[in-house]
């Protein structure tokens, strides 16, 4: 099914809960109201003429700093020092987080796309879980590194980092601490090439010239 | 043995006592210098029948030819390391269940007959103080699992005694149609009863088929029996880890492992001694030629090779299907080949 | 780390087999043993830590733990340029490197639009499928490993030596190859006849080394005792729960990335996507996991041959090895058919030279998921087993 005809289904459904179709070239996506989400999700799956039984992905998001431009002028992720100490900032994030949900049909072969997007200061969303099973530990992850909190989810504790962990390192101003658990954290500078050097690696071999392009 | 109490006596002039206990103390210590040995032995042969199952060499380096001292050289290792005792385990128990292990075996071989007149014990309840020392082993897997106060090795160690226990009913259950057959329990008599080449051995399907069954039941109790695979349940190693030996190190790791194969070794020893004539060769004019101990050992090495083949190409069955196997199929067929051989025998009058 | 408060009805959490949490037998005091499968246990596969509640033999509650080879690879991402991160998608799976840096450069080039020389994607295909070969050769290897088949494992590593060595000639590495880059592969295909000595390895595979391992392993008595019937996912959880690859496939389920949502040029060559059959037990179970890796080793030694007898003339990058990649602004989800199953790139671009945010869908992590609802209720050994034919790979899960 066409894609804009997918979310004139959904939307006819959700009424003012369906925020918006964005028609872009490479994948279009439907915003939905964090709060509808669920419902929207149950309605894509158990509808015979959508029947999504599959949730390819579900991606924790955050929006602090975007260029909207489309530029590449975003703001650049908090890394480390020359000498390996965590860099810091006094900016603030400000942006909204936001989830955003790729589904799949395999009786009837089309994708979907949904997004929401939630405030920084109040990032929760009703849990998908209870439609497709593998959103939790998806969600689990999102809480993890996002901080997003996913309402009526069963389990929600932290998936990949440690339980004690201190805040959710995928956020754009997260600022990496100088110790965790007494064991002092260093890092590099993001993009120092070791390897300086005028052409091609230093494993190339030889005689294999770059091609044209 | 004779020969040597005749020397004690003779020779030395010492009196029957005494004659006797240094019999006993020149036994036991040739025979704790071949379970030493057959074990250093038994492991540089499994580790180049592995190579050769698994399209490689094995050991190439240890002492040249074959990699031969590496099982030595391992055995020093092993003397070398640290000996840990877990602080929460039952310390007497720990340092105890290894010995227990070692010595079940151990004790078993006293009653071989490695040639006539060549037993360490010879008496007349020998097969039936084999299979009963044997059990001790059980006993030691068990209080090693429990005292390692670790769940890996009380699994391994409940699943040990719950299949070395089972085992040992069909274990001795094949051996029973043998001993109607001789007549004795005694070892050596049983095997002078095969004598006369590989038409008079007992593993002979025409003279009775139920005996050849029960080879077979022996041989496959006998590899639950040593814990080895496909059955080796109690160590598993990926499932529980390492078993009941998930804590030990050192040298109380080298016993168990010694008591692996030398209990591998005496289970194929006794399969030879029981089934496949003991010490006479196939054909009686080889007698005159080949050594009675060379010939039976030669026996025991072919199962144990047979052994290693099995373990080293079946998949490991699952702690149920090895008691499904033990109580449907095996202890039924045991009975039966103790029903059926007495039959045979009474119909044919074998009987003695 | 899950204490019982945290944990609220989990669905697979089973509370109706009878178990009252006392007087089991009465009079006597019983409660579940708390075993801790791992992170160092010979049955995970790496560092995962299996949190199990068991009674005796039966599993009662799994609760997998994760996150000890978490690498923070998509944080990184979000600081290093496209082409700098394709060295980091090796580190995902690492036993089908090439599956992975095809899966990425694959998102890039949506992403950017880039069109990929043909000579490129036919490499490719063949190099992914041999990672995918080698993959599969350590599932299997590992597998029987699990069920105590040692002499399996010796087999498929002798012959994964081989296709490391073929990929070792191509890219310089053996393990971790940092191969492909967007717009092509980062070399040709060696000119020491590299290409006649791949056919080789894939007839010797397919013809000779195969009907080996079935013959050793497949259709040996044991195995199928321990593995028919033991862990079976049907179709319904497989798709719940996300699985894709051979553990969706071995649940019966006809679907494949590179049949059903065409990438690469895999439209351009006849095989066939395997599916489990329930030929020995159940639809769904251990066994027709394993025997969709085995026969899925097939139909790549099938693909292997076809994309390089066909290999076209012409050059094998699209873009100059020193040239920054930009892509416009925008964000796609694009999946590949990795050796464990959809391996997805979310990718969010800001038009610059560095994903705005990067996120890794792994198949691994999907598939693991499930045995929270298939484990209970078994014994540990089938828990072992299920755990090995849903053939996981930390790198991937924990990121």
Same mark, same amino acid.
């Not at chain 1, 805040?167 to 070791?194: E, F, I």
């Not at chain 2, 077979?216 to 529980?240: Q, V």
């Not at chain 3, 489990?276 to 179970?285: F, K, Q, S, V």
């Given at each position: 099914m066409e894609q804009n005809a997918i979310y004139e289904l959904l939307a006819g459904v959700l009424g003012d809960g369906a925020l918006g179709y964005n028609e872009h070239a490479l994948e279009p996506w439907a915003d939905v109201a964090p709060a509808r989400i669920a419902e929207a999700c149950r309605f894509l799956r158990d509808d015979p003429r959508l029947g999504?039984?599959?949730?390819?992905c579900l991606s924790g998001l955050d929006w602090d700093?975007?260029?909207?431009?489309?530029?590449?002028?975003?703001t650049a992720i908090l890394g480390y020092t020359d000498d390996g100490k965590p860099e810091t900032s006094d900016r603030v994030g400000t942006g909204e987080l936001g989830v955003a949900y790729h589904l799949y049909s395999h009786a009837l072969r089309h994708k979907f796309t949904l997004r929401v997007r939630v405030p920084r200061d109040a990032a929760t969303v009703p849990t998908v879980g209870g439609v497709w099973s593998t959103a939790q530990w998806h969600e689990r992850e999102a809480w993890d590194l996002l901080g997003i909190t996913f309402a009526g989810h069963p389990d929600l504790r932290r998936m990949?980092?440690?339980?004690?962990?201190?805040?959710?390192?995928?956020?754009?101003?997260y600022v990496m601490p100088d110790t965790w658990s007494g064991v002092p954290l260093q890092g590099q500078p993001y993009c120092a090439n070791p390897f300086p050097v005028?052409?091609?690696?230093?494993?190339q071999p030889a005689g294999d010239q770059p091609a044209e392009g | 043995m004779k020969l040597m109490y005749d020397f004690f006596t003779?020779?030395?002039?010492?009196d029957a006592t005494g004659a006797n206990i240094s019999v006993a103390s020149v036994m036991a210590v040739i025979m704790f210098t071949v379970m030493a040995l057959c074990a250093i032995v038994l492991t540089w042969m499994e580790r180049k029948v592995a190579g050769f199952m698994q399209s490689r060499y094995g050991p190439? =380096?240890?002492?040249?030819?074959? !990699?031969?001292?590496q099982a030595v050289a391992d055995m020093l290792k092993i003397l070398g390391k640290e000996d840990i005792i877990p602080a929460e385990s039952d310390k007497g128990l720990f340092k105890f269940a290894p010995i227990l292990v070692l010595l079940g075996s151990l004790l078993a071989w %006293?009653?071989?007959?490695? %040639?006539?007149?060549?037993?360490a014990a010879d008496f007349d309840l020998g097969l039936f103080y084999i299979f009963a020392v044997s059990s001790l082993v059980v006993i030691g897997i068990l209080m090693a699992g429990w005292a390692s106060n670790n769940k890996w090795a009380l699994y391994g160690a409940a699943r040990g005694a719950a299949q070395m226990i089972s085992y040992e009913i069909p274990l001795a259950l094949a051996a029973v149609p043998v001993v109607m057959r001789a007549g004795s329990l005694n070892p050596s008599d049983i095997v002078i009863a095969q004598?006369? !080449?590989?038409?008079?051995?007992?593993?002979n399907p025409i003279t009775n088929p139920f005996l050849f069954i029960a080879f077979f039941m022996y041989f496959i109790a006998s590899i639950a029996e040593t814990n080895r695979?496909?059955?080796?349940m109690p160590e598993t190693e990926s499932e529980l880890?390492?078993? =009941?030996?998930?804590e030990y190190t050192g040298m109380r790791f080298a016993f168990f492992f010694l008591a692996e194969y030398a209990n591998l070794f005496l289970v194929s020893m006794i399969a030879a001694m029981v089934f496949l004539g003991?010490?006479? %060769?196939?054909?009686?004019?080889l007698d005159r030629f080949i050594p009675p101990a060379l010939s039976f050992i030669i026996k025991g090495m072919l199962l144990v090779f047979l052994n290693m083949w099995v373990r080293w190409t079946l998949p490991r069955v699952r702690v149920d299907q090895l008691m499904h196997l033990c109580w449907k199929v095996m202890i039924p067929v045991s009975l039966l080949c103790v029903v059926g051989a007495g039959v045979w025998m009474m119909a044919l009058g074998q009987l003695k | 780390m899950a204490s019982e408060s945290t944990?609220?009805?989990?669905?697979?959490?089973?509370?109706?087999? +009878?178990?009252?949490?006392?007087d089991h037998v009465p009079g006597i005091k019983s409660e579940l043993l708390e075993l801790?499968? +791992?992170?160092?246990?010979?049955?995970?596969? +790496?560092?995962l830590r299996l949190l199990l509640q068991t009674d005796g033999e039966i599993v009662y509650k799994v609760t997998p733990v994760l996150?000890?080879?978490?690498?923070?690879a998509e944080k990184i991402a979000e600081g290093v340029n496209y082409k700098q991160w394709v060295v980091y998608t090796?580190?995902?799976?690492y036993l089908a490197p090439m599956c992975c840096n095809h899966a990425y450069v694959t998102a890039v080039e949506k992403l950017m639009g880039q069109e990929v020389p043909e000579r490129a994607e036919h490499i490719r295909v063949a190099v992914a499928e041999l990672s995918r070969i080698a993959s599969h050769l350590i599932a299997l290897a590992t597998f029987g490993l699990d069920m105590g088949a040692w002499t399996p494992l010796l087999y498929c590593f002798r012959e994964r030596e081989e296709i490391l060595n073929l990929l070792e000639r191509i890219s310089?590495?053996?393990?971790?190859?940092?191969?492909?880059?967007?717009?092509?592969?980062?070399?040709?295909?060696?000119?020491?006849n590299w290409v006649a000595d791949v056919l080789d390895f894939v007839d010797l595979m397919e013809h000779n080394k195969l009907p080996e391992y079935n013959t050793l392993l497949t259709y040996n008595k044991i195995f199928i005792e321990r593995?028919?019937?033991?862990?079976v996912i049907d179709a319904a959880t497989a798709l719940d729960y996300g699985c894709t690859g051979p553990v969706l496939r071995g649940s019966g389920?006809?679907?494949d990335c590179r049949r059903d949502?065409?990438?690469?040029?895999?439209?351009?060559f006849d095989w066939q996507v395997q599916v489990g059959?329930?030929?020995? +037990?159940?639809?769904?179970?251990c066994w027709d996991r394993y025997i969709v890796r085995a026969r899925e080793i097939e139909q790549s030694c099938r693909l292997i041959r076809q994309a390089l007898q066909q290999?076209?003339?012409?050059?094998?990058?699209?873009?100059?090895?020193k040239a920054i990649v930009k892509a416009p602004a925008g964000a796609a989800y694009t999946r590949v058919e990795s050796a464990k199953g959809e391996l997805g790139h979310y990718i969010i671009s800001d038009?610059?030279?560095?994903?705005?945010r990067n996120k890794v869908r792994s198949p691994s992590f999907c598939n693991l998921q499930v045995v929270e609802k298939v484990g209970v209720g078994q014994m540990v050994s089938d828990l072992v087993a299920l755990v090995g034919s849903l053939d996981i790979v930390l790198g991937e899960i924990d990121r």
């Amino acid at each position: 099914m066409e894609q804009n005809a997918i979310y004139e289904l959904l939307a006819g459904v959700l009424g003012d809960g369906a925020l918006g179709y964005n028609e872009h070239a490479l994948e279009p996506w439907a915003d939905v109201a964090p709060a509808r989400i669920a419902e929207a999700c149950r309605f894509l799956r158990d509808d015979p003429r959508l029947g999504f039984d599959q949730l390819m992905c579900l991606s924790g998001l955050d929006w602090d700093g975007f260029d909207e431009t489309g530029k590449g002028k975003s703001t650049a992720i908090l890394g480390y020092t020359d000498d390996g100490k965590p860099e810091t900032s006094d900016r603030v994030g400000t942006g909204e987080l936001g989830v955003a949900y790729h589904l799949y049909s395999h009786a009837l072969r089309h994708k979907f796309t949904l997004r929401v997007r939630v405030p920084r200061d109040a990032a929760t969303v009703p849990t998908v879980g209870g439609v497709w099973s593998t959103a939790q530990w998806h969600e689990r992850e999102a809480w993890d590194l996002l901080g997003i909190t996913f309402a009526g989810h069963p389990d929600l504790r932290r998936m990949l980092l440690d339980d004690e962990w201190v805040g959710h390192p995928l956020r754009k101003d997260y600022v990496m601490p100088d110790t965790w658990s007494g064991v002092p954290l260093q890092g590099q500078p993001y993009c120092a090439n070791p390897f300086p050097v005028e052409t091609g690696g230093p494993d190339q071999p030889a005689g294999d010239q770059p091609a044209e392009g | 043995m004779k020969l040597m109490y005749d020397f004690f006596t003779g020779q030395l002039g010492l009196d029957a006592t005494g004659a006797n206990i240094s019999v006993a103390s020149v036994m036991a210590v040739i025979m704790f210098t071949v379970m030493a040995l057959c074990a250093i032995v038994l492991t540089w042969m499994e580790r180049k029948v592995a190579g050769f199952m698994q399209s490689r060499y094995g050991p190439m =380096y240890t002492g040249r030819f074959h !990699g031969w001292a590496q099982a030595v050289a391992d055995m020093l290792k092993i003397l070398g390391k640290e000996d840990i005792i877990p602080a929460e385990s039952d310390k007497g128990l720990f340092k105890f269940a290894p010995i227990l292990v070692l010595l079940g075996s151990l004790l078993a071989w %006293a009653a071989i007959p490695w %040639a006539p007149d060549f037993v360490a014990a010879d008496f007349d309840l020998g097969l039936f103080y084999i299979f009963a020392v044997s059990s001790l082993v059980v006993i030691g897997i068990l209080m090693a699992g429990w005292a390692s106060n670790n769940k890996w090795a009380l699994y391994g160690a409940a699943r040990g005694a719950a299949q070395m226990i089972s085992y040992e009913i069909p274990l001795a259950l094949a051996a029973v149609p043998v001993v109607m057959r001789a007549g004795s329990l005694n070892p050596s008599d049983i095997v002078i009863a095969q004598q006369g !080449g590989i038409w008079h051995w007992n593993i002979n399907p025409i003279t009775n088929p139920f005996l050849f069954i029960a080879f077979f039941m022996y041989f496959i109790a006998s590899i639950a029996e040593t814990n080895r695979g496909p059955f080796d349940m109690p160590e598993t190693e990926s499932e529980l880890v390492a078993g =009941y030996h998930t804590e030990y190190t050192g040298m109380r790791f080298a016993f168990f492992f010694l008591a692996e194969y030398a209990n591998l070794f005496l289970v194929s020893m006794i399969a030879a001694m029981v089934f496949l004539g003991g010490w006479w %060769a196939p054909i009686p004019v080889l007698d005159r030629f080949i050594p009675p101990a060379l010939s039976f050992i030669i026996k025991g090495m072919l199962l144990v090779f047979l052994n290693m083949w099995v373990r080293w190409t079946l998949p490991r069955v699952r702690v149920d299907q090895l008691m499904h196997l033990c109580w449907k199929v095996m202890i039924p067929v045991s009975l039966l080949c103790v029903v059926g051989a007495g039959v045979w025998m009474m119909a044919l009058g074998q009987l003695k | 780390m899950a204490s019982e408060s945290t944990r609220v009805n989990v669905p697979g959490a089973v509370s109706g087999n +009878g178990w009252h949490d006392q007087d089991h037998v009465p009079g006597i005091k019983s409660e579940l043993l708390e075993l801790n499968m +791992g992170p160092q246990h010979p049955a995970t596969h +790496g560092v995962l830590r299996l949190l199990l509640q068991t009674d005796g033999e039966i599993v009662y509650k799994v609760t997998p733990v994760l996150g000890y080879l978490h690498r923070c690879a998509e944080k990184i991402a979000e600081g290093v340029n496209y082409k700098q991160w394709v060295v980091y998608t090796d580190r995902f799976d690492y036993l089908a490197p090439m599956c992975c840096n095809h899966a990425y450069v694959t998102a890039v080039e949506k992403l950017m639009g880039q069109e990929v020389p043909e000579r490129a994607e036919h490499i490719r295909v063949a190099v992914a499928e041999l990672s995918r070969i080698a993959s599969h050769l350590i599932a299997l290897a590992t597998f029987g490993l699990d069920m105590g088949a040692w002499t399996p494992l010796l087999y498929c590593f002798r012959e994964r030596e081989e296709i490391l060595n073929l990929l070792e000639r191509i890219s310089g590495g053996r393990m971790l190859y940092n191969y492909m880059i967007p717009g092509g592969v980062r070399y040709d295909v060696p000119n020491d006849n590299w290409v006649a000595d791949v056919l080789d390895f894939v007839d010797l595979m397919e013809h000779n080394k195969l009907p080996e391992y079935n013959t050793l392993l497949t259709y040996n008595k044991i195995f199928i005792e321990r593995t028919a019937d033991v862990g079976v996912i049907d179709a319904a959880t497989a798709l719940d729960y996300g699985c894709t690859g051979p553990v969706l496939r071995g649940s019966g389920v006809d679907f494949d990335c590179r049949r059903d949502d065409p990438y690469s040029v895999y439209h351009k060559f006849d095989w066939q996507v395997q599916v489990g059959r329930g030929e020995m +037990g159940t639809l769904g179970d251990c066994w027709d996991r394993y025997i969709v890796r085995a026969r899925e080793i097939e139909q790549s030694c099938r693909l292997i041959r076809q994309a390089l007898q066909q290999l076209p003339e012409g050059s094998y990058q699209a873009l100059a090895l020193k040239a920054i990649v930009k892509a416009p602004a925008g964000a796609a989800y694009t999946r590949v058919e990795s050796a464990k199953g959809e391996l997805g790139h979310y990718i969010i671009s800001d038009g610059g030279q560095t994903a705005f945010r990067n996120k890794v869908r792994s198949p691994s992590f999907c598939n693991l998921q499930v045995v929270e609802k298939v484990g209970v209720g078994q014994m540990v050994s089938d828990l072992v087993a299920l755990v090995g034919s849903l053939d996981i790979v930390l790198g991937e899960i924990d990121r």
